[in-house]
C-alpha cells in the first residue's frame, strides 16, 4: 500500500473541547476561534453538535453558528449527530458533512444514548442512510472503540462488526474513537490494521484519540504507522465526555502538527499561528490547557510574548 505524506487534521475544540464546559461561548466567541483555525490553515472544523441542550447546554447555540460560518475554499464544516433529529437540524442549516456515531460500549451506549449498542446500531443506519440519499459526507464513527471508562477492555470484534456494517452502507469514513483514553500504541496500530483489511478500500480511516493517560501523541504515530492519515485533535488539547468521568482532553491541534512537520508530514496547518487562540482560551477558561506547543517557542523564534 502506497501511503501519502499528507494527513487531514479535523479540529473539535468547539465540540469535543466545549461540550464539557460549564462556561457557555457565544456565537461570536466561537465564530473568533473558526476565524483563527482558517486562518491557521485547518482544513475541517467540527463546530458542534446537534443533541438536545438539556444534557449538553454547551451546544445550544449550533444552529446558530452554523447560519453564519463564513465560506471558505477548501475548509469544511462538520458537526455530530447521533439520531435522527439531529440530522434534520444539521440539514436545515445546511452542513453537508457530518459524523454520526455509535458507541461499541454498552454502558457507555446507555448513558450516551439510553440504548444498547445493537439498538444504538439498528437506530442509526436509517439515520445513516437518509444523510447519505441527501448528498450528506458522512463519517460514521464507532465510540469507546479502544476501551470503555466504565467496562474496560472492548471487544474488537465488536468494532469491526460496526465498521463492516458502516462501510456497507456507503459512508466516505470510519472514525475509531478512544472516547476515554484508554489505549496504547500496539492496540491501536492492531485495531487499524483489522479494521482496515475489513471494510471496503476506498473508505478512509480516521482516528480520534484522548490523552487521559498520556499516550495520545504515542497513539497517534501508531495510527500513522498503520496508515491512517485522518485525526481528530482540539485547540490547546481541550476535552472530555460529559458522561465518562475524568476523561481527560483530546491530543492537542497544535502539538499534532508540530510533531507532523518534524516528521515530515504535511498537514498544511501553521501550528505557531495558534498560540493567540490558546491564549484567549485560557483566559476565558481561567485555567492553562494542556497542549504544549501553544506554550513553547523554538530555538531562534521570537519571545517577546513568551510567559
Known amino acids: 500500500m502506497t501511503l501519502s505524506n499528507s494527513v487531514l487534521i479535523e479540529d473539535e475544540f468547539l465540540r469535543d473541547g466545549l461540550q464539557n464546559e460549564a462556561r457557555v461561548f457565544s456565537v461570536e466567541e466561537k465564530l473568533a476561534y473558526v476565524r483563527d483555525l482558517m486562518a491557521a ?7 458542534g453538535s446537534f443533541v438536545h441542550p438539556k444534557w449538553v ?51 457507555h451506549s446507555r448513558k450516551n444514548t439510553n440504548r444498547s449498542v445493537d439498538e444504538g446500531r439498528a437506530a442509526m443506519a436509517p439515520v445513516i442512510e437518509a444523510a447519505l440519499t441527501d448528498g450528506i459526507a458522512v463519517r460514521a464513527g464507532i465510540q469507546s472503540a479502544l476501551g470503555c471508562g466504565f467496562e474496560g477492555k472492548i471487544d474488537p470484534e465488536v468494532v469491526i462488526s460496526i465498521a463492516k456494517q458502516w462501510s456497507a452502507l ?4 470510519i472514525n475509531l474513537a478512544d472516547t476515554a483514553g484508554l489505549a496504547n500504541p500496539v492496540q491501536v496500530a492492531d485495531l487499524c490494521t483489522r479494521v482496515r483489511d475489513a471494510i471496503a478500500p476506498e473508505v478512509a480511516l480516521s482516528l480520534h484519540l484522548h490523552d487521559t493517560r498520556g499516550l495520545g501523541m504515542a497513539n497517534m504515530l501508531a495510527g500513522l504507522q498503520a496508515g491512517v492519515r485522518v485525526f481528530d485533535t482540539a485547540l490547546g488539547g481541550l476535552g472530555g465526555c460529559p458522561f465518562i468521568p475524568k476523561a481527560a482532553g483530546n491530543i492537542s491541534t497544535e502539538d499534532v502538527a508540530f510533531a507532523l512537520e518534524e516528521m515530515g508530514f504535511e498537514s498544511g496547518i501553521n501550528w505557531r499561528a495558534l498560540r493567540s487562540a490558546v491564549a484567549r482560551a485560557e483566559a476565558q477558561l481561567d485555567r492553562p490547557l494542556p497542549g504544549r506547543m501553544g506554550h513553547i517557542f523554538q530555538p531562534g523564534e521570537a519571545q517577546e510574548n513568551a510567559a
Open 41 to 47: 490553515g485547518v482544513k475541517r472544523i467540527q463546530v
Open 170 to 173: 456507503g459512508v466516505s469514513e
Open 57 to 107: 447546554p454547551t451546544m445550544a447555540n449550533t444552529d446558530e453558528l452554523c447560519a453564519v460560518l463564513p465560506e471558505a475554499e477548501g475548509v469544511t464544516y462538520t458537526a455530530l449527530v447521533l439520531n435522527g433529529a439531529g440530522l434534520k437540524r444539521a440539514q436545515a442549516v445546511g452542513l453537508k458533512h457530518l459524523s454520526l456515531s455509535v458507541s461499541a460500549s454498552e454502558t
